[in-house]
C-alpha cells in the first residue's frame, strides 16, 4: 500500500473558535506538498488532529489508511516534527533521541545514525537546553527520522535556521520525497516552500482555499499578461490602450499589458515605431498569487501601510 | 525504509526510565532524598531520649521484653502433673479486662512464667500465657467452672458453666516451667487510663483500680497433691514509675491495703489490683529512626509530580504521544518507573537510618530491657523499614497522578503536601475522635507503617493509633485514585 495522509470532513473547535472547518483533503507519496496558510489559520491544530493528539469534533484523519491512535509502533510509520522547544531542557540530545527510540523498540544505532544526518553528532552528549532554535530544529527532524518512516510532517520546519540550515532543509525534504515517501511540509511564508514544494495546501480561517499543484497556480495567478520594457512608456501604453488591452505601469520603463498576445504587442509596437528592449510572458511569484488566495482569510489583518 | 521495530510494555518502561535517569536536576534530587532522609533521622534519633529504664514501670518477662504483673495470687505448690479447677461465683466488673480464674506459675516472683484461664466481665473465658498467648475461650461472665491441667511441659484449659460439660479453651506450650510450680486463684484488675488529647498536648492519666471475685469447688489435684495443704495469699508486685520519682507523696497508698483473701466455709474472696500481659511503652525506637523519611516524602513528592509536569510543560507530551499514542500505558510505565525507583531508594534511606539511627536511640535511654534492641529479622521491625519505602512509592505514584490531572507543578506540589504532611499536624489539635478519622481518610495515615509496635492513643502523632496496614492501606487507595482519573483525563483531554 502505498503510503498516504487522508483528511475527510475534520472539524475542530476550541470554545468558541472553529479552529478546522470541515477541512477535506489526501497527501500523495513521492512529492513535497507545502501546507500554508497565514497564523492561525489552523495548521498546526490539522497536523495534531493527523497524530491523535487533539481529537477531532468531525471528521477523521487517517494515516496510511488508520487512525493514527491505532497505531502500535507509530514511528516508523509517521515522523513528526510538531515544535522544536517541545523537549527537556536538562536531557542531552541524544538522551531526547534514545527515549524516542526505545519506546517504539529501535536501536540505539538509529540514534546515532539520525544524529548524524541532521549533523548533530558532534553536539549529541550536550543538554538541549543550550540547544539555539535551529539545532532544536535539526534534533526535532531527528526525532522525525528515527524510524526511518514513510510519511513525514514538518511544521515550520525552517523556523530558526541559518541559510545553510534552510538550503540542508530543503535538498533534505526534495530527497526524501524522491524516495516516495510522504512529505507534509507547514509554513505561514509562501516564500519558503517556493523552490521545495510540488503540491501546494492552502489554508485560511480553518478552511482549504486551494488545493493545487504548485505550477497551476503560478500559472493561474501570471493570466495572459506580458510584462514589456520601453524607454517611451506613454506612447506604449497609449497605442496598446488603443488596442483594446489594459496596460499598468510597474515603473518609468516597465508595463504589464493584460488582454493581447505578446506577438500582436510587438508587431503593433514594431509598426508605431516604438523601441522595446524587452518583451516576455508575466510569471508571478508565488507570494503573490498566495497574497490574492489569503486576502480574505487573513486572521489578523492589519491595515496596509501606504507610502506618502 | 522501515526499521524494525518493537512494540511493548517493557519498551515503554526503558523509555520512560531514560527519560528519569537523564535529567541531572532530578537525579540529584533522587540522591537528596535518600541523604536528606537519612541526615533528618539521625539527628532526630540523636536528639531523642527516655528515662525508662531508670524509672522502670514493668518488668522483665520470660522472653527478656518488658511486661506488667501484678495481681493478688492464692497459692500452693503442686509437683509434676496435676491440675486446680474451681468455680468462679461473682466477680466485680471493676474493668472490662478485669481477671478473676486460676494460674499455674513458676513462683510468685513478678516476671515468671504462667499460665492462667480466667474468666471477664466484658470479654468472656481468656487463656494466657507467659505475656505472649491470649486465646479467647466462650462469651458470657461468671459463675464459671474453669480447670487447668498441667502434663509435663504443657498446659491446657478448659471451663464450664455447669461444672459437668468442660469445653476446652486451649493448651499453651510451658517449656521452662520448673516441676514444682504455684497453683491457685487469681485476681487482676488493670489500671485505668484515661488519655486526653487538646491542642497539640496528650496527656495520659493512669489510675490503678481494685477488683473482687468469689470463688468456691476449689480443688487441687495431683500425683502427689497432699490434698490438705496450707493455701498462702501473696500480692504479686512490680514497680511502678512513681516509686522511683522523689516527691510523689502518694504513691505508697496505690492498691496496698485494699487487696488480700479470705477464705469460709470453702468460699474464697479474692480481691486484686495490677495488670498481666506485654507492657512496652508506646514510644516506638523503629518510628524514631525513620523519623526522616518525613523529608524524602517531601522531596519525591516533588519529583513525582515534576516527572509529569515537565511534561505539560513545553508541550513535550506531544512528543511523548507521538511517540507512544496508547497514553494510560504511558501513564502506567511511569507509576511503575517512578514507583519502583522510589521503592529503592526509600529502601535504602530507611535500611540506613535504622542501621545508623538504632545506636544512637540506644545512647538516648532506648535500651533493653524497657526497649528491647529491634532485629530487622523481626516481622514489625521488618514491616515498618520496607512498609515505610512502599509509602515512599505510593506517595510518588500519587503526586505523579496529581501531576497528570492538574498538569500545574505548584499546584500540584502544594495539594500533594497538603493531603500527606498537613494532616499529621492538624490531628495533633484535634481531638481523638477527629485526629483518627483524619488518619483513617488521608494519606497522612500511612505515617503508621513506621511503627513496629502496636497502635496506642497514648502518643502525640495521631497517625500511631491506627493499623499500620490501613495507614498505607489509603495511601495505596488515593494513589489508585489519582492515576484512574489521571489516565482517564489523559485519554480524554487534547493533548
Known sequence: MQPSIEVRGLRKRYGRTVAVDRLTFAVKPGEVTGFVGPNGAGKSTTMRLILGLDTPDEGDALVDGVAYRSLRTPLVRVGALLDAAALHPGRRARDHLLWMAHSNGLSRRRVDEVLEQVGLASVAKRRAGGFSLGMRQRLGIAGALLGDPPVLMFDEPVNGLDPEGIVWIRGLLRSLATEGRVIFVSSHLMSELEDTADHLLVLGRGRLIADTSVEKLRTAASGDRVDVRTSRRTDAMTLLANAGATVAAIDHELLTVNGLSGERIAGLLTGAGVPFSELRQHRASLEEAYMELTRDAVEFNVPTVRDA | ?????????????????????????????????????????????????????????????????????????????????????????????????????????????????????????????????????????????VPRWLRLTRTGNSVTGYESTDGATWHKVGTVDMRGLPPTAEVGLFVSSPPKVVVTRSAGTTSVAEGPTTGTATFDSVRVDGAQATGSAVWQSDRVTQPHAQDTLEGVPDFKRRGGPSTGSTEANGVFTVTGSGEIGPRESPDDPVQAALFGILIGLMVIAAMGVLYMTSEFKRGMIRTTFVASPRRGRVLAAKAVVLGTTAFVLGLVATVVSFRLGLPLLRDGGFAPPAYPTPKLTEWPVLRAVVGT???????????????????????????????????????????????????????????????????????????????????????????????????????????
Not at chain 2, 32 to 46: D, I, K, N, R, T
Not at chain 2, 395 to 418: D, E, P, W
Open chain 2, 389 to 495: 519505602a512502599a509509602f515512599v512509592a505510593l506517595i510518588a505514584v500519587f503526586a505523579l497522578g496529581v501531576g497528570a490531572i492538574l498538569r500545574h507543578s505548584a499546584g500540584a506540589i502544594t495539594a500533594v503536601l497538603a493531603l500527606v504532611i498537613l494532616p499529621a499536624f492538624v490531628a495533633i489539635a484535634l481531638p481523638t475522635t477527629g485526629a483518627l478519622w483524619l488518619m483513617r481518610l488521608t494519606p497522612a495515615g500511612g505515617f503508621a507503617i513506621q511503627r513496629a509496635k502496636p497502635p496506642s492513643n497514648m502518643l502525640a502523632e495521631a497517625w500511631s493509633a491506627i493499623d499500620p496496614w490501613a495507614g498505607l492501606g489509603v495511601v495505596f487507595a488515593y494513589a489508585v485514585v489519582a492515576l484512574a482519573l489521571a489516565a482517564w483525563l489523559l485519554r480524554r483531554r487534547d493533548a
Open chain 2, 1 to 141: 525504509m522501515m526499521s524494525a521495530a518493537r512494540d511493548g510494555f517493557g519498551q515503554l518502561l526503558l523509555a520512560e526510565w531514560t527519560k528519569l535517569r537523564s535529567v541531572r536536576r532530578w537525579v540529584l534530587a533522587l540522591a537528596a532524598l535518600v541523604v536528606l532522609s537519612v541526615g533528618f533521622s539521625l539527628f532526630a534519633s540523636a536528639g531523642s531520649g527516655t528515662d525508662s529504664n531508670k524509672h522502670p514501670d514493668f518488668v522483665v518477662g520470660p522472653n527478656g521484653r518488658p511486661v506488667a504483673d501484678e495481681f493478688q495470687f492464692v497459692h500452693q505448690p503442686l509437683t509434676g502433673d496435676g491440675s486446680v479447677v474451681a468455680r468462679v461465683v461473682s466477680q466485680q466488673n471493676s474493668h472490662a479486662w478485669a481477671g478473676a480464674g486460676v494460674m499455674i506459675k513458676d513462683g510468685t516472683r513478678s516476671g515468671s512464667r504462667y499460665a492462667a484461664l480466667m474468666v471477664t466481665p466484658k470479654h468472656g473465658v481468656r487463656l494466657s500465657a507467659n505475656y505472649e498467648v491470649s486465646r479467647a475461650g466462650r462469651a458470657g461472665g
